[in-house]
T-cell receptor
Framework: GAGVSQSPSNKVTEKGKDVELRCDPI?????LYWYRQSLGQGLEFLIY????????KSGLPSDRFSAERTGGSVSTLTIQRTQQEDSAVYLC?????????????FGPGTRLTVL | TQLLEQSPQFLSIQEGENLTVYCNSS?????LQWYRQEPGEGPVLLVT?????EVKKLKRLTFQFGDARKDSSLHITAAQPGDTGLYLC???????????FGRGTSLIVHP
């Protein structure tokens, strides 16, 4: 595709339910990032994938959060037993590589609301 | 953890005015990027600066990286309503592949 796509665009769920958020990066981009953006906050790093290397999970806030990237392309972020504090916009970005000047291309995000 | 402080947090101005937003840290960055984010969309890269003292211009936008590579500024001349959005700075230190983002400056330009 022309850019990074994410689905769904909006997700409303009840506290305690599991949710899956999907990211389709730009074809050929080896690096993929997940961020969380809460109201009035900057982007909070969650997890990073680079090629076939083990992901950097250092930003995941709890063990309820997990992510995978299949075939070096599509990625899924899973939040188990959602809590109200998980409500935020979840952004995915991809880049050709991970150098200091590499451009991250962001998707439009998934707005998650936990009731 | 490197912190990036952005100021001001909010800015509401009239079309045609000039403005400057700031991005400051106590850490040294090997590169610093500025993004603009519009409602309902992801951030879009505006510029990357890597050299201390570097100045880059993008039409009416002027970006400067501090000599010590700890701070940066974005100056907009003759702001237009199309400049409205959230401006985010993001820095990478050393060989880190994970950028640290500031909280952003929310700019509204009234016609």
């Amino acid at each position: 595709g022309a850019g990074v796509s994410q689905s769904p665009s909006n997700k409303v769920t009840e506290k305690g339910k599991d949710v899956e958020l999907r990211c389709d990066p730009i074809s050929g981009h080896t690096a993929l990032y997940w961020y969380r953006q809460s109201l009035g906050q900057g982007l909070e790093f969650l997890i990073y994938f680079q090629g076939n290397s083990a992901p950097d999970k250092s930003g995941l806030p709890s063990d309820r959060f997990s992510a995978e990237r299949t075939g070096g392309s599509v990625s899924t972020l899973t939040i188990q037993r959602t809590q109200q504090e998980d409500s935020a916009v979840y952004l995915c970005a991809s880049s050709l590589a991970s150098g200091r000047t590499d451009t991250q291309y962001f998707g439009p995000g998934t707005r998650l609301t936990v009731l | 953890t490197q912190l990036l402080e952005q100021s001001p947090q909010f800015l509401s101005i009239q079309e045609g005015e000039n403005l400057t937003v700031y991005c400051n840290s106590s850490s040294v960055f090997s590169s610093l990027q500025w993004y603009r984010q519009e409602p309902g969309e992801g951030p879009v890269l505006l510029v990357t600066v890597v050299t201390g003292g570097e100045v880059k211009k993008l039409k009416r936008l002027t970006f400067q990286f501090g000599d010590a590579r700890k701070d940066s500024s974005l100056h907009i001349t003759a702001a237009q309503p199309g400049d409205t959005g959230l401006y985010l700075c993001a820095g990478r230190s050393g060989g880190s592949y994970i950028p640290t983002f500031g909280r952003g400056t929310s700019l509204i330009v009234h016609p």
